[in-house]
């Protein structure tokens, strides 16, 4: 009975093809306007790292300065507490982050020198985030204490300075020294860039990565966000690095409760020690975010998108309207036919699936049109906003697209319920007498 | 086969009532052909909706085949449409999206039976009112008796043993309306008890039994060789 409904459904369309397509479109603008958004919310939203998020943990510490008015507490760490981190306890895997720039002079002479945006990083890093590898791999420990000139590149860059070749144990010059490449990466991009949301959510990741130490010992050109809430004492680097300035990111993999409970004793000793120091005199809530309360404490997901999702469901809800219009005169419009049917033997029952599924009809064809209408708004929002941030993650994947038909069904069924119910009690003896 | 007694029934909008039948009482045996005449409005389709279940009456009592079917739901009411009564209308009111074979197939389908058996009832359906070279046309592409044959089939398609028909031959010529009544006339000998409104005196009066309604009642009820019930 199903195909034969769905046969009468396709045959009602082409009875009135005018009123049948003002439906699908506008079921298609309404649900692809809302699918633009919601793909956007869902990658933007999205774990970046599912399979570890609530293992992987960032320190939040007590700093500001108790004499400025609504200090918020910077949520990156200091050089003397990383520093301090890192030696802390080597039982899990962490890692001391931040960014730098630096100009790679290629070999030959066919390119010219150019700035990379680089990545100081312990070795734990990669597997921490389980990176992936196209080439070899990272380095191990050994070479952030021996501050080894060691290089991960990402495959853009591997492809820009050896062709995209294996070229695991050749040397780079950057910032002036040799660099013994270690391994490439893999494509990768987490979004949101969870690591380091500081410096852009979703920017791209960094080209070159290098032992974190080496941003210092080598006196690299550091980038990324700084936050000072007192000024060095003196001048230099030294001076700045035991300075109140934040600006490196701290991450340690706990794997289960127990592990996070152990760290977080350990951490809140180390906040009780400085303390006694004279600093972190700014108490805060938590010191322990794993990556989704990071994202949120951080607020990763842009308020804008939650506007245009209020826009987008509205819009929604207006073709949804109409449609019930629409339906509502086509169905009574069928009153005639109705009767026939009531007279030939069907029920009320079965008068209801024979519309619920050409309502469905109309919906599931609004809805392949409808990921049509999404898959162009959102090569649109890469064209309005593609050179802000890393939009490759915006797409249509499968999981979408059925949700989009899903969705298109649903609602349309819901917006048919109405004039359905209209239609299933249509009085047959009314509609026989004459026409 | 049929069997009313005493019903009534009234429709009422927010400014009248209008008794459309009233202490109605009719009974109709097994095999029977009956035609039902009277003035415009006085109740005839009206009657004929609540004898075939399309409508409720007001009050009385309606036995069909024994079953009182004022006691039935919706869904018991549209299985009793299906299975043992046949429409056939003035303006036929086949469906203009469907070719003449799936309008045929319409009753078949809402009794669920297995596709092969349907193939086989539909076309000897259209046989029997000799469209069957026509199946795959659509009802505008056919003339009204032709359409009107279609409807015919397709009320018999479910072999049905109670036949109504609310003027079939008013909207045909009398010379095709003569077709069609020679077919109800054939349906009737092989069993199926008819009843049928019209308001050809001519049609009337050749049936075996006629029944008058004026108001709402019946007036008149005579039958060709015997006396009144
Ligand atoms: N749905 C309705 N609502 C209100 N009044 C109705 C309704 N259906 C019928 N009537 C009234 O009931 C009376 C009988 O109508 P019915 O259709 O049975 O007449 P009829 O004998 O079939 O007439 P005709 O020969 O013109 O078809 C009429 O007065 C009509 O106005
Ligand atoms: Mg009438």
């Known amino acids: ?64 300065n108790p004499d400025i008015p609504n200090f918020e507490p910077p949520p990156q760490l200091t050089w003397i507490d990383a520093t301090a981190m890192l030696e ?3 039982a899990y895997p962490r890692t001391a982050t931040s960014k730098f720039v630096a100009i790679i002079e290629p070999p030959g002479n066919e390119v010219r020198p150019f700035f990379v945006n680089g990545r100081g990083n312990s070795a734990d890093f990669f597997s921490m985030f389980d990176v992936p590898f196209q080439y070899g791999s990272g380095w191990d420990r050994s070479a952030d204490v021996n501050r080894d000139l060691v290089v991960v590149l990402s495959n853009e860059l591997n492809e820009r300075l050896f062709g995209g070749r294996d070229s695991t144990g050749e040397t780079l010059v950057m910032h002036g020294m040799n660099f013994t490449v270690t391994g490439v990466m893999d494509r990768w991009q987490p979004a949101p860039k969870f690591y380091d949301v500081n410096n852009g959510s979703f920017d791209p990741v960094e080209e070159a990565y290098i032992p974190w130490e080496l941003i210092i010992s080598q006196e690299l050109n550091r980038s990324g966000s700084t936050n000072c809430w007192q000024a060095p004492e003196g001048t230099g680097l030294q001076a700045f690095l035991n300075a109140e300035c934040a600006w490196i990111q701290f991450w340690v993999e706990l794997p289960d409760a127990d592990a996070r409970s152990d760290y977080s004793m350990l951490v809140d000793n180390y906040v009780a020690e400085q303390r006694s ?19 949120i404490e951080q607020e990763v997901h842009p308020d804008e998108t939650r506007i245009l999702g209020a826009l987008a469901g509205m819009l929604l809800a207006v073709c949804l309207l109409n449609t019930v219009g629409l339906l509502l005169s086509k169905f009574l419009g069928k009153a005639g036919e109705i009767g026939v049917r009531q007279a030939l033997g069907a029920h009320r029952g079965s008068l209801f699936i024979q519309h619920l599924i050409e309502a469905g009809v109309i919906g599931a064809i609004g809805g392949v049109l409808g990921i049509g209408v999404a898959a162009l708004g959102l090569e649109g929002i890469k064209v309005l906003i593609g050179s802000l941030l890393i939009t490759e993650w915006m797409r249509l994947d499968l999981t979408v697209m059925a949700l989009t038909i899903a969705l298109a069904i649903v609602s349309t069924i819901i917006a048919g319920l109405y004039p359905i119910w209209r239609a299933c009690n249509i009085n047959p003896s009314v509609h026989l007498k004459s026409q | 086969m049929l069997k009313m007694t005493h019903i009534t029934k009234v429709f009422r909008t927010d400014v009248v009532e209008t008794h459309a039948l009233r202490d109605f009482s009719l009974h109709v045996a097994e095999g029977e052909f009956v035609t039902v005449t009277g003035p415009s409005g006085c109740g005839k389709t009206t009657f004929l909706n609540i004898a075939g279940l399309l409508e409720t009456a007001s009050g009385g009592q309606y036995l069909l085949d024994g079953e009182d079917v004022s006691a039935l739901n919706d869904y018991q009411r549209a299985r009793m449409r299906n299975q043992k009564i046949g429409f056939i209308f003035q303006s036929f009111n086949l469906m203009p999206d469907l070719n003449l074979f799936d309008n045929v197939d319409v009753p078949l389908r809402y009794r669920g039976v297995k596709a092969a058996e349907r193939k086989e009832r ?17 009802p505008a592409q056919l003339s009204g008796g032709q359409q009107q044959r279609v409807a015919i089939a397709r009320a018999l398609v479910g072999e049905p043993r109670f036949l109504l028909a609310d003027e079939p031959t008013g909207n045909l010529d009398s010379n095709t309306a003569e077709g069609v009544m020679e077919l109800l006339h054939e349906i009737n ?23 008058q309604i004026l108001d709402g009642r019946i007036i008149d009820d005579r039958r060709a060789q015997q006396k009144a019930a």
């Open chain 2, 189 to 211: 000998n092989n069993g199926t008890t008819i009843i049928m409104v019209t308001h050809d005196v001519v049609l009337a009066s050749r049936s075996a039994r006629n029944i």
């Open chain 2, 122 to 138: 539909v076309e000897r359906a259209l046989d029997a009112v000799g469209l069957l070279s026509r199946k795959k046309h659509l």
């Open chain 1, 277 to 295: 120091l004279g600093r972190m005199r700014m108490p805060v809530e938590q010191r322990l975010f794993n990556v989704n309360e990071w994202m």
């Open chain 1, 1 to 64: 009975m199903f195909f034969y409904y769905v046969r009468l459904a396709l045959l009602s369309y082409r009875r009135n093809p005018v009123l049948s397509s003002l439906m699908v479109l506008a079921v298609a603008v309404g649900i692809g306007a809302y699918m633009v958004i919601f793909t956007m919310n869902y990658y933007m939203g999205g774990d970046p790292i599912p399979q570890k998020s609530d293992q992987l943990h960032h320190i939040q510490f007590d700093y500001g």
């Open chain 1, 88 to 90: 802390q306890t080597t």
